[in-house]
């Protein structure tokens, strides 16, 4: 297993933030002690910047090697799984099946003493000024880890090719029917549980099935992509029709999404409802399942297109029940099958009900 240090002088910025871990872009060491007479202050209504200052060092290191890399810390919850043993499982697990160009590369790392504790001091700032994702409060960095990760920088600062790229992610989720819906079901597993999701809350759900990037088929394709662009995590509505071309033309001729999907039915041939929920194998389908996938686009025209797949740690075997009763749920309640709400039918996109 490869391991880093990193600089001492080490400053970083929060970037993003999920249910397990926090991303956070490295900064610029400056060369000089800032200018300046007096101290800054903020009022509540300007909260202190989230970017954590560190002593540099004379002289400072630029650490060329961080240029496209980011900083994944863990938080501390019970079920996440110590570093060193999540980068275990990815090395045995996931790496065998991919090739290196198609992952979002990740090293364990060991930040400078007081980074992670500053990390979090920043956190309680965000959330006192009420910036930070209602979602996320309360649970904070692990500061008991000596490691964290580097991981690939897919957004376009992170870019080191020639020209602009654009940016686009978002999670495949589910590219083949589960193995426990039932027969003749006119909604795929991730439109299921959209439709539930939405019935619920009393709103519309993602506007593309997931089943449709693996379409093989060009109209289905670009259907799905433009719902894709409209819905991504990074809200690209404006990206424009050669750049999705490009998008439909790579998921086309490239077999990245379709080897995702053999994989995720291989090793979950017999669903949740029946299967060994707890098993390596299950848990390593509904990684598979929850992935990300990062595409840089050039804005040229010209250019190969960059697709990685991320957010692979190896899920954890305390979700076994939630989606044991997760999956019976949708099954008893008809969301498959498009009979729930006394015959009232959650609108989706599925491409199950569009062949019907």
Not at 153 to 172: I, Q, R, Y
Not at 178 to 203: D, F, H, I, N, Q
Not at 214 to 223: K, M
Request: glycine share 8%; net charge negative.
């Amino acid at each position: 297993m490869f391991l880093l240090f990193l600089d001492p002088s080490t400053q970083v910025t929060f970037l993003a933030e999920g249910a397990a871990n926090i991303v956070y872009r490295f900064s610029p060491i400056p060369t000089t002690p800032p200018l300046s007479s007096s101290s800054p202050s903020y009022s509540d209504s300007t909260p202190p910047p989230s970017e954590i200052e560190f002593p540099t060092l004379s002289p400072p290191s630029p650490q060329p090697y961080l240029q496209d890399q980011l900083l994944r810390l863990r938080k501390d919850l019970p079920t996440t799984t110590p570093i060193l043993t999540a980068q275990a499982h990815y090395d045995s697990l996931i790496k065998p099946h991919f090739a290196s160009s198609e992952l979002v590369g990740q090293f364990p790392v060991t930040p400078p003493r007081g980074l992670v504790s500053s990390c979090n001091d920043a956190l309680r700032a965000m959330e006192a000024a009420g910036v930070r994702d209602a979602r996320r409060r309360g649970v904070w960095l692990d500061e008991s880890t000596r490691w964290g990760l580097l991981v690939d920088n897919m957004t376009a600062e992170g870019w080191l090719g020639d020209g602009d790229v654009v940016c686009l992610e978002f999670k495949p989720k589910w590219l083949a029917q589960s193995p426990s819906a039932p027969k003749g079901a006119r909604r795929c597993r991730t439109c299921a549980l959209e439709a539930m999701r939405s019935g619920e809350k009393g709103v519309l759900g993602k506007g593309w099935c997931p089943l449709g990037l693996v379409a093989g088929e060009r109209a289905v394709v670009e259907r799905t992509v433009a719902g894709v662009v409209v819905d991504s995590v990074k809200g690209n509505r404006n990206v424009g029709e050669g750049v999705q071309g490009r998008v439909v033309d790579f998921l086309m001729e490239d077999g990245l999404l379709g080897r995702l999907r053999e994989l995720q039915v291989r090793f979950d041939p017999r669903g949740a409802v029946d299967g060994d929920v707890e098993g390596e194998e299950f848990r390593l389908a509904m990684t598979l399942r929850d992935c990300t996938l990062y595409m840089r686009i050039p804005s040229s025209g010209s250019g190969m297109v960059e697709a990685k797949l991320g957010d692979l740690d190896l899920k954890s075997v305390a979700k076994a029940g939630y989606w044991r009763q997760l999956e019976e749920r949708l099954v008893r309640e008809d969301w498959y099958a498009v009979e729930e709400r006394d015959g009232e039918a959650v609108e989706t996109v599925c491409l199950l009900g569009r062949s019907a």
